[in-house]
Nanobody, 124 residues
Framework: QVQLVVESGGGSVQAGGSLRLSCATS????????MAWFRQAPGKEREGVAA???????RYAESVKGRFTSSKDKSKNTLYLQMDSLKPEDTAIYFC?????????????????WGQGTQVTVSS
């Protein structure tokens, strides 16, 4: 199965550390789809972390504001999530998603393209 968005950059860090996730995609998806980061911890629902629309507007979940930064690199058709001051509660599988629905950015139904996810583990 061809992956339309491919995440990389997960890993294990201690609390207070940093990681940067990358999500590579095609030029068409990059230019025409809202792209977002979601995460899912064991036993919990998938939740929105950040989203960047086609105009470059970025939205964040309250739980990560001031610590995470999402950005896009047009030359590489790549979405990034810079995660600083990581906490144990940030531990989850992080997914990249892309979609064109008019639903709110935090709604998983907004997105019809999903990556396989990358594990982020933060130890105390």
């Amino acid at each position: 199965q061809v992956q339309l968005v491919v995440e990389s950059g997960g890993g294990s860090v201690q609390a207070g550390g940093s990681l940067r996730l990358s999500c590579a995609t095609s030029t068409y998806i990059y230019n025409n789809y809202r792209m977002a980061w979601f995460r899912q911890a064991p036993g919990k629902e998938r939740e929105g972390v950040a989203a960047v629309d086609t105009f470059g507007m970025v939205r964040y979940a309250e739980s990560v504001k001031g610590r995470f930064t999402s950005s896009k690199d047009k030359s590489k058709n790549t979405l990034y999530l810079q995660m600083d001051s990581l906490k144990p509660e940030d531990t989850a599988i992080y997914f990249c998603a892309a979609g064109r629905s008019g639903r709110t950015w935090e709604d998983t139904l907004t997105y019809n393209i999903w990556g396989q996810g990358t594990q982020v583990t933060v130890s105390s």
